[in-house]
């Protein structure tokens, strides 16, 4: 695994992951959802070909505790041949852990409980890392103790002494063979002191990278600006950002201009499992002209949709044969109408998740992509003051009140 910052733009940071030999992911890039190492929705052989960034996914180990195991995926050589992704970066990321130090595996008697099909289940550093190792995962995320935003103190600490514990357990356990591809997980909750103990004790490790965990549990987004910003001046600015649970077009700017590199989303699963098609704008320089021809701000309300996507379930568009998004390059839209995809939804085909998710998908990394050009030309702070304004003309609520 390599890593290079080529460019900074307000903060922001425009790089390239070397994955694997010929598997390169520019930065900020996106992580594509995966659920047990399946892409939501779409087939393999369609992810090929789905847009030139989607190159790596996100796989949750705790997803692999009981069927298939660890043993079934290493006896199939690796999460890539099970799933049959060969050619795509994985990378292993665990969340929505509770930990319980009367319970676990080790010496340390700790354990971290996880809802599985067949009930909740302690694990430790070394089951974990036996579901890691058996994916060979081109990098892998240790396991944190992520807490809420409205833990007490003391909690809160104890959820930073018991993340670094786990790094320390889990690094011990990674085969030598396969290098140094741990990001080690910075956590401290709403504490500007805890997260900064977090993340000077982490860059302290042997790890290849970062990524910042508890965001994304109800934290207020100001506050977020903040604590991302102290933990960043803390880590080494050569190494690779990762952040999990953020996904609203303002979150991931607010992050971008930060300086983190590499995100994983449930944003455009959310969007498609509710009939939506993102359409928020990407081209700062044609902007106008393609407000000319969208709906107002009252007009998509009705709907169901705002400035950010169309509700795909409204009698709006039932004979409606304009593309989800004028312009839109990708499969869905070179091929099918809004009406047909509203028939879809209607009939209850999930022909209808496909296609949305394949525009979702495109629409996410398309924006991505105009991320990093404008990084590229110096003009992150544009784009991005351009981008939030559009939004609040048309009445969007703040990334902080609007979950998607
Ligand atoms: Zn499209």
Redesign the pocket.
């Known amino acids: 695994m390599e890593f290079a910052v080529r460019t900074w733009s307000a903060g922001a940071r425009l790089g390239s992951l070397q994955l694997a030999a010929g598997l390169q992911v520019e930065t900020p890039g996106l992580l594509l959802l995966t659920r047990k190492g399946l892409p939501a929705f779409i087939p393999p052989d369609l992810l090929q070909n789905l847009h030139p960034d989607a190159r790596a996914c996100q796989v949750t180990p705790l997803h692999f505790l009981e069927s298939p195991n660890a043993t079934t995926v290493a006896k199939a050589g690796g999460l890539h041949k099970l799933v049959s992704l060969t050619g795509f970066g994985m990378v292993a990321v665990a969340r929505d852990s509770l930990m319980d130090e009367s319970n676990g595996e080790g010496s340390s008697k700790m354990g971290a409980s996880f809802e599985t099909s067949s009930g909740r289940r302690v694990v430790g550093p070394a089951k974990y890392m036996e579901v890691v190792n058996a994916f060979k995962p081109d990098l892998w995320v240790s396991l944190p103790d992520e807490v809420p935003s409205w833990v007490a103190e003391k909690r809160n600490r104890l959820s930073v002494d018991r993340t670094l514990q786990w790094l320390d357990q889990c690094l011990s356990l990674q085969p030598a063979e396969y290098g140094n591809r741990c990001l080690g997980v910075v956590v401290g909750s709403t504490s500007l002191d805890e997260r900064i103990r977090s993340a000077e004790q982490t860059a302290t490790r042997n790890v290849a990278g970062f990524s910042l965990g508890g965001f994304g549990l109800g934290e207020d987004a100001a506050q977020r600006a903040v604590q991302m910003e102290a933990v960043l001046t803390k880590l080494p600015k050569e190494k690779v950002r990762h952040v999990s649970g953020i996904g609203l077009p303002e979150e991931i700017l607010q992050a971008v201009g930060a300086g983190i590199d590499v995100f994983d989303s449930i944003y455009p699963f959310m969007l498609t499992k509710g009939g939506y098609?993102m359409t928020f704008p990407l081209n700062m320089e044609n902007s106008q002209r393609s407000f000319d021809s969208e709906p107002t701000g009252e007009e998509l309300a009705r709907s169901g949709g705002d400035s950010a996507k169309i509700n795909l379930r409204s009698v709006a568009y039932r004979l409606d044969n304009a593309?989800?998004?004028i312009g839109?390059?990708?499969?869905?839209?070179?091929k099918h109408t809004r009406a047909y995809i509203n028939h879809l939804i209607n009939t209850h085909e999930m022909l209808a998740q496909t296609l949305l998710e394949?525009?979702n998908t495109?629409?996410y990394l398309e924006f991505f992509k105009a991320i990093r050009h404008s990084i590229k030309l110096d003009k992150f702070h544009d784009f991005r003051n351009w981008f939030t304004s559009t939004r609040q003309k048309s009445g969007t609520p703040s990334p902080s009140k609007s979950r998607q």
Do not use: S
């Open positions: 098609a593309p989800l998004v839109c390059k990708c499969y869905t839209c070179r394949i525009h495109y629409h």
